[in-house]
């Protein structure tokens, strides 16, 4: 995510260095159909026998085979031996005396379940590519789960609330025609809208004239590119029309490559937005059907953008938001930048190529004790120096790229581009790590359309695999690193998520004399048994206790969850007050254990 232009404190500018061209290669049907799939079990055979068919008649047909067992009333499987013809055998027994039917064991297939990209389908979905998607295990939630449609995803909007998007790319030229420019407050059908770039009217498509949610930066494509790019190949664009050179590549796989992303541009030519088109975008998004908002931007708490956003929630979209880059790990953590800081609002920090949490991604807390939530890949794991400044697409994320640029003095408000194909690049920070965040809440809706948004956050947030050592929660990872499979696999059935997922608590800090009560707030769907556990700084038990779940208190004010909370009166187990100070504490709920801490201040506010 940027607030300028990229890694802001960590990065001096994002950059792009564009792959090698790559040679042409067929494209199969993302349709998967039964030809050349085995019809039925080798040596099997099931046979149903008639209510009042005769022992001697069963006993007859069934000892042609080598065993058989029963599978249900008259309902036999029966094995033949090795090199009997199955189809022969199922003719000889039709008509036999007491047989209702005879028929092999039939195959069937998911024929919704997605088969992997390959380097002959996306030419650019191979390593050091791809890296990404096999650490958070995309190609086994393609192949080993049964989707509606390929690619996975079909039926959910994911809104890019960016830079914009460039439909001239291969991979996301099938974008549809939907979107807004909330700088220059025009929607997608204005064909002639001249302050929909800082440059003028730089690009047409396909003779359809200016796009309004054209990206004159380059970073919305980018985003767009992980959320959702084409599968099983690309349409080249001309490149003597375009100045463009394609590579003769096939194109990448974005992880949720049957949504449809609503480009929503809120940053300008710089990359950079105000509150009022970010708020704007927000409400255009809401309003025409979103169900996932991706905002890999950031800046300082906004009170007008919150509400923005408590709308959004409210309406049942599920928002995702990059944590931020101006961290220094192991030497320094800056807390969440915003909207990532607002309660309700998924956190996603980054990890590296290395699985590790990556030196720059932020962390900590924001408004009203939100923590940061998990991290997904964002690649790159040291600072740029003279000395590596070479980055290459084992470290960093790959996605498509804005060509042609603007126009011939623009340099993309400082990426900078290298290679043979100008339509993908490589960029590092969290804001490659939030959509793919937003592609798996795409891929959960697309599985479980009745779910809300905190359903799926929770999936989501339960599922991650954690880094470094760390169980539960931790202020630099959060509860994890994604896992798309364990996210969407442990989902299908269960009709219902993990209760319990995290807790904060306010007032925070907590003036004792004047306030009374600190809540502690447990995001659940149901009130159950709570331990709870508060330490000091030296990690002495200040107190423990144990609530039944009749004594939780409803918390239905709280548009961001569905939520309960337990107060806390500063008192430790003997009842005395405790000292001015930071204090920590966790919740257990069924196993689940969750952490956060108090500042405790005693005398008037």
Known sequence: MNKTTGLRTAFKKIIFILGIGLAVSPVFSSVITLKDKPAFVPGEVLIRFNDDAQSSDRDRVLEVGASRMSIGENVYKMKLPSGTDVLKTVENLRGSSGVSYVQPNYKYYALGSCPVPTSSTDQYYSAPYNWPLTIIQAPQAWSQISWPSCPPGAGVTVAVLDTGISRLNPDLRTVPLIGYNAIAAVDEEDSSCTSCSCYGNPFTDSGSGVVATIDDFGHGTWVSGIIAATWNGSTPISEASSGCNNGNTTGMAGLAGGAVIMPIKVLD?????????????????????????????????????????????????????????????????????????????????????????????????????????????????????????????????????????????VTNGGFMVFGTDSNYGLAAGTSGAAPFVSATAALLFSLNPTWTNTQVSQQIINNTD????????????????????????????????????????????????????????????????????????????????????????????????????????????????????????????????????????????
């Open 466 to 605: 954690s880094l470094d050592g760390n169980s539960g929660w931790n202020s630099e990872s959060g509860y994890g690193r994604l896992n798309v499979y364990k996210a969407l696999s442990s989902s299908l059935g269960a009709g219902q998520t993990t209760t319990y997922v995290k807790t904060f608590n306010s007032p925070n800090p907590f003036y004792v004399d004047d306030q009374l009560y600190t809540n502690i707030t447990l995001v659940m769907n149901q009130p159950e048994s709570v331990e709870l556990t508060i330490y000091d700084t030296s990690g002495e038990i200040v107190l423990n206790k144990n609530y039944a779940s009749s004594q939780l208190n409803s918390n239905p004010n709280n548009p961001q969850y569905k939520s309960f909370y337990i107060a806390w009166d500063g008192k430790n187990g003997s009842g005395q007050k405790v000292k001015t100070g930071i204090y920590f504490y966790t919740v257990n709920v069924g196993g689940q254990i969750s952490r956060n801490k108090i500042a405790v201040i005693q005398g008037p506010r």
């Open 269 to 409: 030519c710089t990359g950079s937005g105000s509150s009022d088109a970010i708020g704007a975008g927000i409400n255009y998004a809401v309003a025409h059907g979103a169900k996932v908002l991706s905002l890999s931007l950031g800046g300082s708490a906004d009170p007008y953008e919150q509400e923005v956003i408590n709308n959004a929630l409210a309406a049942g979209c599920m928002v995702v938001a990059a944590s931020g880059n101006e961290s220094n790990l192991p030497n320094s953590l800056a807390q969440l930048d915003y909207p990532a800081g607002y309660p309700g609002v998924i956190a996603v920090g980054a990890s590296d190529q290395n699985d590790h949490v990556a030196f720059y991604s932020n962390g900590g807390e924001g408004a009203d004790g939100k923590l940061l939530d998990l991290v997904a890949p964002g690649g790159f794991d040291a600072p740029i120096t003279t000395q590596n400044f070479a980055i290459n697409a084992a470290e960093c994320i790959f996605s498509t790229f804005v060509c042609p640029l603007p126009n011939a003095g």
